[in-house]
Nanobody, 121 residues
Framework: QVHLVESGGGLAQPGGSLRVSCAAW????????MSWVRQAPGKGPEWVSS????????KYADSVKGRFVISRDNDKKTLYLDMYGLEPEDTGLYYC??????????????RGQGTQVTVSS
């Protein structure tokens, strides 16, 4: 059974930084492309970033490009998102998702419950 569990969210000040993590088990983590998606209060899901199986190819939404860094450790079966220069607009529930194919913004078949990130002074 596939499990994805996020951690590391919390409160940050504008301009600050946070790292969120996603622990995966129940499947061969290194075989799958992975994504981070966020959902702000009252809004629909927004794709944030994706990474390919070996971590060499990364994609970012324009809203986070240059500020966020996605990475993965296949030995630890963990996905990361390092967030810098945080803005209030980055507030939301961040969840990791397992992509079904090679499209960075494509459909996913499993997702975690998410971790809350709040950016406020």
């Amino acid at each position: 059974q596939v499990h994805l569990v996020e951690s590391g969210g919390g409160l940050a000040q504008p301009g600050g930084s946070l790292r969120v993590s996603c622990a995966a088990w129940g499947f061969t983590f290194s075989w799958y492309n992975m994504s981070w998606v966020r959902q702000a209060p009252g809004k629909g899901p927004e794709w944030v970033s994706s990474i390919n199986t070996d971590g060499w190819i990364t994609k970012y939404a324009d809203s986070v490009k240059g500020r966020f860094v996605i990475s993965r450790d296949n030995d630890k079966k963990t996905l990361y998102l390092d967030m810098y220069g945080l803005e209030p607009e980055d507030t939301g529930l961040y969840y990791c998702a397992r992509l079904k194919g090679n499209d960075a913004r494509g459909e996913f078949d499993y997702r975690g419950q998410g971790t809350q990130v709040t950016v406020s002074s």
